[in-house]
């Protein structure tokens, strides 16, 4: 229980099992899962179930964010606009890649099957370890003028829960050649941006979302 790779690998088994299983699985059957002997590895190592979602989440944060953060600066080094294709493309780029650099299978789907959790689903974006994401949705937010402040904080809302499914669905496909994966990976960054931008007749009939700020930053 002691071991250095002890606490990599419950994280592993853990996104993998709670991906597969959902987030009430067992904590001894993730602590087995990773090859543990001791049923209380997981309490041990994180504190609770909570704490090791958390862990998961975090696990992959720090460079999710440099990456946002470097197309950021690569997209105000162009001088392009800030639309709201360029936006999400920036926040869900990294996505696709930055997770399973660092060795995850199920990053996606364990997300998909954690959204209710408050580490996942309402983070606090003033938080040192949101920037770049905090700066992303503060201009998307500004970016759908055509909006009202209630239809733009529900989209943003909604955004999470759609963009957890697509990537999800993108994970478990078997996409062979990289030509298959782009052709996807643009597809959801399309659809995402459709549910950003698409009008609606008489807005605030059926939205009743409170106040006038991006979710997250208040």
Do not use: C
Not at 20 to 34: H, K, Q, S, T
Not at 62 to 72: D, F, G, I, S, Y
Not at 78 to 93: C, E, H, K, N, Q
């Amino acid at each position: 229980m002691n071991s250095p790779d002890a606490r990599e690998l419950i994280l592993l088994a853990g996104e993998r099992t709670i991906a597969e299983r959902g987030p009430d699985v067992a904590l001894r059957d993730i602590a087995v899962a990773a090859g543990q002997r001791n049923n209380s590895a997981v309490h041990y190592h994180f504190g609770s179930r909570d704490g090791l979602i958390t862990a998961i989440l975090e696990r992959h944060q720090p460079a999710l964010e440099n990456r946002r953060t470097e197309l950021l600066a690569d997209h105000e080094a162009s001088g392009a606009p800030d639309s709201v294709a360029a936006l999400v493309t920036i926040l869900v780029r990294p996505m696709f890649d930055v997770p399973y650099a660092e060795g995850s299978t199920h990053y996606a789907r364990f997300l998909e099957q954690a959204r209710s959790h408050p580490a996942v689903s309402g983070p606090d974006l003033h938080e040192k370890r949101w920037h770049a994401t905090r700066v992303i949705v503060a201009r998307l937010y500004r970016a759908m003028p055509d909006l009202t402040p209630a239809l733009r904080r529900y989209r943003l809302l909604a955004m999470s829960t759609v963009m957890f499914a697509l990537l999800a669905d993108y994970e478990r496909q078997e996409l062979s050649t990289a030509a298959e994966r782009n052709d996807v990976q643009d597809n959801i960054i399309a659809m995402i941006v459709g549910l950003l931008t698409e009008p609606v007749a008489r807005q605030g009939a059926a939205v009743r979302a409170s106040g006038s700020k991006p979710p997250g930053i208040s």
